[in-house]
């Protein structure tokens, strides 16, 4: 059996190397290609190409890499049709996922075409659901509220559950990282995560830093980190130099990012799936997001939601506080800071509350998301046969 995955960014990335570990448990000789990144790499995959090619985020960033992009589609759908795979699963990203099925279809090439975790119709272009059954034949959300979406419009959808609850960041110790980087008792530690996308550090990690200058003046005890990924990492350490900032730590593998969250007392987080592992862990944090100008009016008039947060969106209440836009500066984040750093401030009792609203609204403690997903992708695959 020939599978190919892929993932365009760092989230559809954990995603895929837990899916491929449980198609591996289900079916040990199962070969598995495709595009993906660091964890994708460590269960094996060889990718196609760099992934960073494609973690671009924003309307009026995206123009200037369409060359490129189209360029990683074409090369895509040629390794898909040379390989001749029993099916092409992309994950996440559908922007260039979708143009990859649409690719594959309009050269009649015969593979199962499915896709993993929703666009998020229910937040703008809701036109999508009804168009999706031309170019995948399945579809598997990460919330159960999704399939309605997308099952009246001739498309078959399985909610399979959110890859979060089975984040290994869930059993990590917090001992482990005192000891590995010696930080004493009496240090507090405080996550800074800018974002997986150069963007989004771009704009994000000096605001933050200012942040992590005015809480340490007040207070000296807080030990600021950087948890990263390969994407951008560079970009993160030559910013810190430039900032004369190499005080701060900054992680670059999953072992150590996942030991931070448990030792942390809080965290100030771009927007994103890392939010909502950070809520599953039950540590206090803020969302901070900034786009150009540009991209700010044009989501506006696009866009059909109340919050930007995950964890705000699918429990309807504004659990975690969201700096965007021109509420992302230093003296707003630092104020919100302040209070998630007093944990019996009224702040933190309702995101602790909030926590675990969330964790029962996920399925923490069912059957995991990703052996689900390999589970209905095994039986398609063998009625396909």
């Known amino acids: 059996m020939l599978i190919y995955l892929i993932a365009g960014e760092p989230s ?39 992934i960073s090619d494609l973690a671009i985020m924003g309307l009026a960033e995206v123009i200037p890499s369409i060359p490129k992009v189209l360029r990683h589609i074409k090369e895509t759908v040629a390794d898909v049709e040379k390989n001749k795979p029993d099916a092409v699963i ?12 649409k690719a594959i279809r309009a050269k009649h090439i015969k593979v199962l075409q499915m896709h993993y975790v929703a666009p998020q119709v229910w937040a ?23 399939p309605k979406y997308f099952t009246p419009y001739r498309l078959p959808t399985d909610f399979v559950g959110h890859p979060v609850v089975e984040s290994s960041m869930i059993n990590a110790k917090a001992e482990d990282f005192f000891n590995k980087y010696k930080i004493g008792v009496e240090e507090k530690v405080v996550l800074l995560l800018p974002g997986s996308r150069h963007n989004e550090v771009a704009r994000l990690l000096p605001v933050f830093l200012e942040v992590a ?3 340490k ?39 150590d990012r996942y030991a931070a969250a448990q030792a942390s007392v809080m965290a100030i987080a771009a927007s994103g799936t890392v939010a909502l592992e950070l809520a599953v ?8 997001y900034k786009v150009p100008a540009l991209t700010a009016f044009l989501a506006r008039l696009i866009t059909d939601i109340k919050y930007v947060n995950l964890t705000n969106i699918l429990l309807d209440k504004p659990i975690i506080p969201e700096m965007i836009q021109e509420n992302c500066t230093k003296e707003k984040l630092a104020a919100v800071a302040e209070e998630l750093l007093d944990k019996k401030s009224a702040l933190s009792l309702t995101e602790q509350k ?32």
């Open 217 to 255: 003046q007040k207070h000296p005890e807080l030990k600021f980190v950087i948890p990263t990924v390969k994407t951008v990492a560079g970009r993160v350490k030559e910013m810190l130099k430039l900032k004369g900032k190499e005080d701060i730590l900054v992680l670059e593998t999953q072992e």
């Open 124 to 146: 703008w272009k809701k036109g999508r659901a009804k168009t999706m059954y031309k170019y995948i034949d399945h579809l598997l959300t990460l919330f159960p509220n999704e």
């Open 12 to 50: 559809g990335d954990m995603i895929g190397a837990r899916l491929m570990r449980a198609l591996k448990r289900q079916v040990p000789d199962v070969k598995i290609i495709g595009i993906g990144g660091e964890n994708m790499e460590k269960e094996g995959l060889k990718s196609l190409f760099d």
């Open 281 to 288: 862990v039950n540590v206090p944090h803020l969302v901070a």
């Open 213 to 215: 200058d005015d809480l």
């Open 354 to 385: 909030g926590f675990k609203e969330l964790q029962k609204a996920l399925g923490m403690g069912e059957l995991k998301p990703s052996e689900k997903a390999a589970k209905i992708i095994l039986n398609l695959i063998k009625k396909e046969a």
């Open 90 to 101: 992309t994950i996440d990203s559908w922007s260039f996922s979708a143009r990859v099925h």
